[in-house]
Structures are given as structure tokens and as C-alpha cells.
């Protein structure tokens, strides 16, 4: 049946995805939004957006029945999905078939059978299928479980049946702990699945993820689209993929793959679905489970093969079959995938909130952005906190891996913290580069993948962007030198501003100084010319107190200029002989001279203040090395007047 009109049943990135080829293909769509969605691209980028009201996500993108009520009222044939949400749910599939509409994805027999670990490992051994050693049986008392794990043999890994997302996953070192780790898992699996049974299997040690895409048509032909390595991940959660895999020469490709068409044809499997597989190091390879949607990471899949996996949906749904053979399909060049999330990974990744202010692409750079938001949306802790996804396509997998580096600088998520410095240091890792990576990366290297301390140069630029931004006058020459004091990540600063004009700026940071020019400055972009390499800085505002979140070229810092300087902190700052004015004033008259010697309490200038005459004298014995100021100078509190040495 040809389909005309479709309804996505999600939000988001994946909703724009599944209209970008409806578009395409010339389908009209429907869109759902909950009410606090409504600012958001997807809410009104179908042919018709529909409202779900406010409330609860059960009652929102998830509210089955008014999904199908606003199906049917919209004349729309079919509903896609997306993934997540009601992707997997077979308790929709019924409801949506029932109503007479088409359901964009498998079978329902095939998502209860997949759904579920232990059903889908018996049909996998039935299809003679490689499976991880290991225990399925219904027997669930703890003597029987324990002795199946000491015939596995340490490690073992107990997981949930109903599991997934990694919850009820509990690594066992040893037998003494097992019953404890035991009662763990059950008791995460009830919570989150409301079913406890659990499942053995071998730990396999140092795995690499690899799955393989498959789709079917609508006419029992099964067709895989090679491998993605999702071997980095945070939790049992992906957060790099790609294509091809390093891993796989080309028998053991050829193998993965067969396997999985075999898994397919095994099921009379229906439209897109991936079977994940977990690579030990000595090369065998074991089912995992099914994925019985569309996943996050197929991107990175079109790219190489230039197939768009969501027509193929829609083809197969619609019960045709495709114009193609599995040997037309092949892999072209290296794709990359990261997924950029709202979240704090310096502290403990704690999800973050709050306004995206704007969102900077440099469009000089090529990449593909999967994106759901737009300048201006409130990212919701009600929803996933993936914003986006950056996909690099290249010849090979160096040049994909440096074409990343140069997307992930040029895509600003302003006032929003991201993960995405911390995707920048996973592809910079050299276990990264030299493809050395399997499921443990990420917690093996975390350390290294800390915050690394910034250049000097890094924080004087961002001293200046923050003072450019908060300080109208910060141009006359008035105003330097001066100290400036900063909240910078958390800790408290000082630098000399010793320049500050129209030919360019030099700050002195400890013993170093850096000199640049600032090109321009509009909005909240500043260009800066930095030892013959121009760099551009954005920066946006965050909160009440005036934090300013700084993008400089490959960084992004928070920095909150703090307002006066005391004299105290000035001569930390600038060294023993330093003379500070104490308030804003005039120079009214300067006594000494450069050059000359001074004791400790002689006079050096006199500053006008209030109507005040207030006399700035020498704090040590020594030698006048520099004033900063002439007679008639407008200055401000805490300004370097005079250095004595
Ligand atoms: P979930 O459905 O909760 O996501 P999976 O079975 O897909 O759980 O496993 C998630 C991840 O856990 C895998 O990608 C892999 O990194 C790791 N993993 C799963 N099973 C094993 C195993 N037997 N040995 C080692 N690691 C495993």
C-alpha cells in the first residue's frame, strides 16, 4: 500500500529525520508536540502539528490512545516511531494495527521476541546463532543461578531478561559475591522493568561493540548494511560511533554480516533493525540482542552507503521490495558519529538545563548535524538529554577523525553546557586515533579524559572577552593598566590588563604575557588575532551574576569578572613595589619622576577623589621603574599607578 501520510510519534532530531525523507519522498507528515515542545523545531515542521496537551510523558508522547486518535483524524496512514518512546512497544504495535493503520517497523512478534533476553538467546540458538556461555534457564533460585556461574567461571555478568539501557547489569569478580550482586540486579530490574529475572553470561573481557544494520523489505528480503563499532561508550551508553570498524578484516566482516542476515531471515524480519554483537579480543564474536527500530547511530550507516535508512522503512512498511541487490550495497570512505548531550562532564555529567541562547555552525566546515533544537529552546529534564548529532564523513578513518575535531569547533551550543570539549579529548586520545578502543575506554582513560589545564593564552583571552562584554569604556586608555579579577572555572584569579587599545591588547598572567588585536566585536562575537592566526570567540551570558560561557576557537570556559580589587590582592598580584589607586579618581599631580629614588613614605602622586586630595606614597625604598599615568588621567579603583623596584 502506497503511503501518503505519516505521523511521527516522537520529538526532536528523529522527528526532523523522519520528515527530512517524507519530504523527500513527497509524504505528507503529522507531528506531536507536548506544550512545553511547542518552541521546538519539530513542533511545527510536519504538514500538520498536532498538540498533546501538558502533563506527564504518559500522558504526552507516550498516551497511546490519542496517538491513534489524532492518526486517524489526520488521515495519516502509517506511524513512524523514531526510537525510544513507543518504538518497542508492542502493546502500541497491536493498537496501531488495530486501528487499521501501519506501524513503521517489525512485526509485533518479532519486538516481544527481541524484547525479551532470554527468548530472543533460545530463537537464537534454535537459528545456531554463536551465544555467549553462559545461563538462560527459568530456573531463578540462587543456588542454581550460583552454581551456573561457577560452571561459566569468573567473571560473569549477571543482566536482566526485560533489560535494557544497562540497568539490572551487574559484573561478578567472584563467587563470594555473586548473592549480593545477585539481589542488586533483581532488585534495579524490578524497579525498572517490573520483572526480576535474571540472566547469566560470561564476562567477556576487553569486547569491542560492533552491530550490524539490517533492513528487510516488504517482500522477505533480507539485506544488511555492514557494521557500526559503538565500542565507546559512557555506562553501557554510546557516545562515538563509526564505520567501518578497524576491528574487522574482511572475513570476519563477511561473517558478522551473514550472521546477522541469518538472524533476519530467521525471524521474517520486517523493515530496519540491528543486531549488536560483542567482539572478543581473540576475534569470536556472540550474539548480543536486537534492536528492533531505527537506532541513533545510523548516520553514520547512510553515510558509507549512501542509503537513506528511514525510505527503506517506509518501502518495506509499505510492503514493497527494494530495487536492489545485497552486492550493491558497499562501504564508501569513514563515518563518525558523536552524540552531543546537555550535561556537565566535569561535574559527574550531571545533566544540564536551561535556555540554548544560540546555536553557532560554521558553515565553512562540512559536517552532518542532526539537531532538535533551535536558538532560544529550554532544554526539558522531562526528555533524553541528547541535543544533537555530529556526523563527519571522509575518505578514511584519519581524515574523518580530524574532520570531527574541525566540526566539534564549529558548532556552539551558547549558554548550555555540553559534552562537547569532552567529545573533543575522546577523539584526540591516542588510544582513539590508533583505533585501540573496545567497551572500556571510556573508564579506563577517564582520568585523561579530564579537564585539561588551559594555556595561559586561553585565559587571558577569555580575561578580555569577559571585560569587553561587562565593560562599556574598557578601551580608553584610562582604564590600564589595571588588575582584573576573575571566578574562572571555580577558582579565583588575577591578570594584568598592561594594554587595552585600538592596536591591540597584553595581558600579563604570572610571568607571562600575551599580546593580540581584537579585529571585531559585534554582538557577542569577538574576532581576535592571535600571532598571525585569527580566532573567533563567542560568548553568552548564563546566569544573574553575570558568568559568561566563552568559546574560544577550541575551548569553552565559564568566567565571571569580579567587580573591585582590593589593594591587598593588587599587591599579590602585582609584586611588593606596586602602587594601586585606592578608589576612581584623577591623577591630580605626580611628584616623582621615572628613574628616581625613593625611600619608603615619601610622596609619590596625589590623587583626586570625592573632592579629596589623597597622597599616594612610596610603599618601599627603591627606584621608580615605571608610572602609568600622567597628570589629569581619569582612573579607576585598584589601577597599577606607579612600580617601584
Ligand atoms: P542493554 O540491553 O542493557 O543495553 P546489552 O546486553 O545490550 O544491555 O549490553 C550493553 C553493553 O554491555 C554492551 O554494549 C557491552 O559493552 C556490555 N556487555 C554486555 N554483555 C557483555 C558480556 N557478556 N561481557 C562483557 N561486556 C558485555
Not at 442 to 447: L, V
Not at 539 to 559: N, P, S
Request: net charge negative.
Amino acid at each position: 500500500m502506497k503511503i501518503n501520510k505519516i505521523l511521527i510519534a516522537n520529538r526532536g532530531e528523529i522527528a526532523l529525520r523522519v520528515i527530512k525523507t517524507c519530504k523527500d519522498l513527497g509524504i505528507e507528515t503529522v507531528t506531536l508536540y507536548a506544550l512545553n515542545d511547542r518552541e521546538l523545531p519539530h513542533a511545527s515542521a510536519g504538514d500538520q502539528n498536532i498538540s498533546l496537551g501538558s502533563g506527564s510523558l504518559a500522558e504526552t508522547y507516550l498516551n497511546q490512545e490519542r496517538i491513534i486518535e489524532i492518526a486517524k483524524e489526520t488521515g495519516a496512514q502509517a506511524i513512524h516511531p523514531g526510537y525510544g518512546f513507543l518504538s518497542e512497544n508492542t502493546e502500541f504495535c497491536k493498537k496501531v494495527k488495530a486501528a487499521g493503520l501501519i506501524f513503521i517497523g517489525p512485526s509485533v512478534e518479532a519486538i516481544e521476541l527481541m524484547g525479551d533476553k532470554k527468548t530472543s538467546k533460545e530463537k537464537m540458538e534454535e537459528i545456531g546463532v554463536p551465544l555467549i556461555p553462559g545461563y538462560h534457564g527459568d530456573d531463578q533460585s540462587i543456588t542454581v543461578l550460583k552454581k551456573e556461574a561457577e560452571k561459566i567461571g569468573f567473571p560473569v555478568l549477571i543482566k536482566a531478561t526485560a533489560g535494557g539501557g544497562g540497568k539490572g547489569m551487574r559484573i561478578v569478580d567472584g563467587a563470594s559475591e555473586f548473592e549480593d550482586a545477585l539481589a542488586s540486579a533483581k532488585r534495579e530490574a524490578k524497579n525498572a522493568f517490573g520483572n526480576d529475572q535474571v540472566l547469566l553470561e560470561k564476562y567477556i573481557v576487553n569486547p569491542r561493540h560492533i552491530e550490524i544494520q539490517l533492513v528487510s523489505d516488504g517482500k522477505g528480503n533480507h539485506f544488511h548494511f555492514f557494521e557500526r563499532e559503538c565500542s565507546i561508550q559512557r555506562r553501557y551508553q554510546k557516545v562515538v560511533e563509526e564505520t567501518p570498524s578497524v576491528a574487522l578484516d574482511d572475513e570476519l566482516r563477511a561473517n558478522m554480516c551473514e550472521t546477522a542476515v541469518k538472524i533476519a531471515s530467521g525471524i521474517n524480519y520486517l523493515g530496519a533493525g540491528t543486531i549488536e554483537l560483542i567482539l572478543a579480543e581473540d576475534n569470536s564474536f556472540y550474539f548480543l540482542e536486537m534492536n528492533t527500530r531505527l537506532q541513533v547511530e545510523h548516520p553514520v550507516t547512510e553515510m558509507v552507503t549512501g542509503v537513506d535508512l528511514v525510505e527503506l522503512q517506509i518501502l518495506a512498511a509499505s510492503g514493497e521490495a527494494f530495487d536492489f541487490e545485497q552486492s550493491d550495497i558497499t562501504q564508501t570512505g569513514h563515518a563518525i558519529e558523536v552524540r552531543i548531550y546537555a550535561e556537565d562532564p566535569d561535574n559527574e555529567f550531571l545533566p544540564t538545563t536551561g535556555k540554548i541562547q544560540q546555536i553557532e555552525v560554521d558553515s565553512e566546515v562540512s559536517f552532518r548535524l542532526d539537531c532538535g533544537y533551535r536558538d532560544g529552546n529550554s532544554i526539558s529534564t522531562s526528555y533524553d538529554p541528547m541535543l544533537a548529532k555530529l556526523i563527519t564523513w571522509e575518505q578514511d578513518r584519519d581524515l574523518a577523525i580530524e574532520s570531527m575535531q574541525d566540526a566539534l569547533n564549529s558548532v556552539v551550543f551558547g549558554g548550555t553546557k555540553t559534552n562537547r570539549d569532552y567529545l573533543k579529548r575522546i577523539l584526540n586520545h591516542e588510544r582513539f586515533v590508533d583505533g585501540d578502543i573496545n567497551t572500556h575506554f571510556i573508564a579506563e582513560e577517564s582520568e585523561e579524559l579530564q579537564k585539561e589545564e588551559l594555556h595561559p593564552l586561553h585565559f587571558c583571552i577569555v580575561s578580555l572577552v569577559a571585560e569587553l562584554d561587562l565593560t562599556k569604556h574598557v578601551w580608553d586608555s584610562y582604564y590600564v593598566p589595571h588588575i582584573k579579577r576573575f571566578e574562572y572555572e571555580g577558582r579565583e584569579v588575577e591578570v594584568l590588563v598592561l594594554k587595552a587599545g585600538s592596536d591591540g591588547v597584553e595581558v600579563k598572567w604570572g610571568s607571562d604575557t600575551q599580546r593580540y588585536s581584537v579585529y571585531s566585536k559585534e554582538n557577542n562575537r569577538i574576532t581576535l588575532g592571535y600571532k598571525g592566526e585569527v580566532l573567533s570567540a563567542y560568548f553568552y551570558q548564563v546566569d544573574q551574576k553575570g558568568t559568561l560561557q566563552v568559546f574560544i576557537h577550541d575551548f569553552e570556559v565559564k568566567v565571571r569578572a569580579l567587580p573591585k580589587v582590593s589593594v591587598k590582592s593588587g599587591v599579590a598580584a602585582f609584586g611588593e613595589g606596586a602602587l594601586q589607586s585606592p578608589m576612581p579618581g584623577k591623577i591630580f599631580k605626580i611628584i616623582q619622576t621615572k628613574g628616581k629614588t625613593v625611600s619608603k613614605g615619601q610622596p609619590v602622586l596625589i590623587l583626586e577623589a570625592m573632592k579629596m586630595e589623597h597622597t599616594i606614597k612610596a610603599n618601599k625604598d627603591g627606584v621608580i621603574k615605571e608610572l602609568f599615568f600622567k597628570e589629569g588621567d581619569q582612573v579607576q579603583g585598584g589601577v597599577l599607578l606607579c612600580e617601584i623596584e
